[in-house]
């Protein structure tokens, strides 16, 4: 069993920064790919950036690539997405998840394991 915790989320100034930290529990955290996905009010969720298990692989959505960051802690078992330059459009409820896959992944289906959510509000 995983559990995930995010936090971090808040209001910030468009040009701002917000960094997002993801608490997981459970023995299988180091072994598991990651995950950073959003969801915006009245549209479905997408993925944002995805890592892999060691660490050495990540991905990005165009819409977030060179202004987001994925990293992981694993001796500290915390996920964490750095959010540079936010626009408006970069408001969202951020969720993390836990993949099946070691590699880092963009399919929904591949996380099984999900946090509830932290709200990023970005004003222009």
């Known amino acids: 069993q995983v559990q995930l915790v995010e936090s971090g989320g808040g209001l910030v100034q468009a040009g701002g920064s917000l960094r997002l930290s993801c608490a997981a529990s459970?023995?299988?955290?180091?072994?598991?790919?990651k995950g950073w996905f959003r969801q915006a009010p009245g549209k479905e969720r997408e993925f944002v950036a995805a890592?892999?298990?060691?660490?050495?692989?990540?991905y990005y959505a165009d819409s977030v690539k060179g202004r987001f960051t994925i990293s992981r802690d694993n001796a500290k078992n915390t996920l964490y997405l750095q959010m540079n330059t936010l626009k408006p459009d970069d408001t969202a409820v951020y969720y993390c998840?836990?993949?099946?896959?070691?590699?880092?992944?963009?399919?929904?289906?591949?996380?099984?394991?999900w946090g509830q959510g932290t709200q990023v509000t970005v004003s222009s």
């Open positions: 998840a836990a993949s099946i896959q070691v590699v880092p992944t963009t399919h929904y289906a591949d996380y099984d394991y």
């Open positions: 890592i892999s298990a060691g660490g050495g692989f990540t």
């Open positions: 459970g023995r299988t955290f180091s072994s598991r790919g």
